[in-house]
């Protein structure tokens, strides 16, 4: 099980019920807020009434309630925090579970490292280790950039890129490189338009030197990025399962088989998934196509929809105020869509980056009706002025 303090039962059965306590003393505001982020709920409520024609009905509705209660618990979160208070709680959670999981992997423990000698420290597997340490350094990055606490932010950077190398994940090495490209290009665009400029000559600049040497040296580019990030032509098996799942999609192309229903029914091939793989696995390792499978292709356009929602926002607020807050919304997104092509984030039951998700997307639109809002004209004079 992954090491998160927040997917314990007992923490999530107290945070749905102070959620709704809180819901129930500000009714009409909830409503509202249901009401603006209605594309989030409707995914969670599409995957809970999947049960009605899943191959295992209880389950598909017992995961689909929990899926759309944290999205519930994301929106109460998103009202009663500020994001900048988020960003600097996922940066004290990221960092203090990092150090956690070198010290005991310093410490030559079973639990830290696994049997090819990777260490995945508190987490379940190297590549979640991996995942973690990316989020910890794109939030240490744009915490720098607005020198909030230079020395700390400078610590997280080092200390995430570290259990990255001890990881030894090749889809860790990639998204760190990736999501500090999207930080730094974020950051650049709350700059002057001069920087942006340079910025933006610059990297069309080396993306031509860099396409003219492939071209002239004949590199083979898909075999060299596989074979730099420990991968073979199958990315680790993943190809073989998602062609099992476009299987599957085909039979059932538009309701899929019922919300997490593949993994659990006897009606399936799972079973002969983990005779070939040897794992018990419950994920294609792509949540696009777990979607597919599980919800059709109407649950998969709710699960994008709410995505480009959230990326329409960040966007928008981060042009119109320029702040490294929704540069970290933009990152966060552009992190989660990376990291579905060939993981499973959100989905698992009471993930924390679905809360995450929620709670950017929640607060952008929060903060989008409070722009948004008409300026109230004054009085004329002599009129009674209301207090």
């Not at 039962?9 to 009401?35: C, E």
């Not at 009434?49 to 689909?64: D, K, M, V």
């Not at 929620?358 to 989008?368: D, N, S, V």
Request: charged share 10%.
């Amino acid at each position: 099980m992954t090491f998160l303090p927040m997917t314990t039962n007992i923490s999530w059965a107290l945070a749905y019920v102070v959620a709704f306590v809180i819901i129930a003393a500000r009714p009409n505001r909830y409503l509202s807020l249901a009401r603006s982020n209605a594309i989030f709920l409707a995914a969670g409520l599409f995957a809970m009434l999947s049960a009605l024609w899943s191959l295992t009905p209880s389950l598909s509705a017992y995961f689909g309630m929990l899926f759309l209660l944290n999205v519930v618990v994301g929106i109460v979160i998103a009202e009663c925090f500020g994001i900048s208070a988020i960003i600097r709680f996922i940066f004290w959670f990221c960092f203090l579970i990092q150090i956690a999981s070198i010290v005991l992997a310093l410490g030559h423990s079973n639990i830290a490292i696994d049997p090819s000698g990777n260490v995945r420290g508190l987490y379940s597997t190297k590549n979640v280790l991996a995942m973690y340490a990316c989020i910890l350094e794109f939030t240490s990055v744009l915490l720098l950039f607005a020198r909030w606490r230079p020395l700390l932010c400078i610590a997280g950077i080092v200390l995430a890129f570290f259990c990255v190398i001890l990881s030894r994940s090749g889809t860790g090495a990639l998204l760190f490189v990736f999501v500090s490209g999207v930080a730094t290009c974020c950051y650049i665009m709350v700059r002057t338009s001069r920087l942006r400029l340079f910025a933006v000559g610059l990297g069309f600049i080396l993306i031509a030197i860099a396409g003219t040497a492939i071209v002239v040296s004949g590199i083979n580019l898909s075999t060299d990025v596989l074979e730099a990030v420990g991968k073979d032509s199958t990315l680790t098996g993943r190809t073989e399962l998602w062609d099992k799942a476009l299987q599957s999609f085909d039979s059932y192309p538009w309701f899929g088989l019922g919300y997490l229903s593949y993994w659990y029914s006897p009606q399936t091939e799972a079973a002969e998934i983990w005779i070939l793989t040897g794992q018990e696995l419950y994920s294609f390792h792509n949540v696009y196509l777990d979607r597919l499978v599980d919800v059709g292709l109407i649950g998969l356009s709710l699960f994008v929809g709410g995505f480009l929602v959230l990326f329409w926002r960040s966007t928008r607020l981060l042009f119109t105020e320029r702040t490294v807050t929704w540069a970290w919304c933009l990152t966060f997104i552009c992190f989660l869509a990376a990291l579905g092509m060939s993981e499973y984030p959100i989905f698992w039951n009471s993930e924390f980056q679905l809360v995450l998700s929620i709670i950017a997307g929640a607060t952008c639109k929060i903060r989008l009706r409070s722009v948004e809002r008409p300026a109230i004209a004054p009085l004329p004079p002599g009129q009674p002025q209301m207090t």
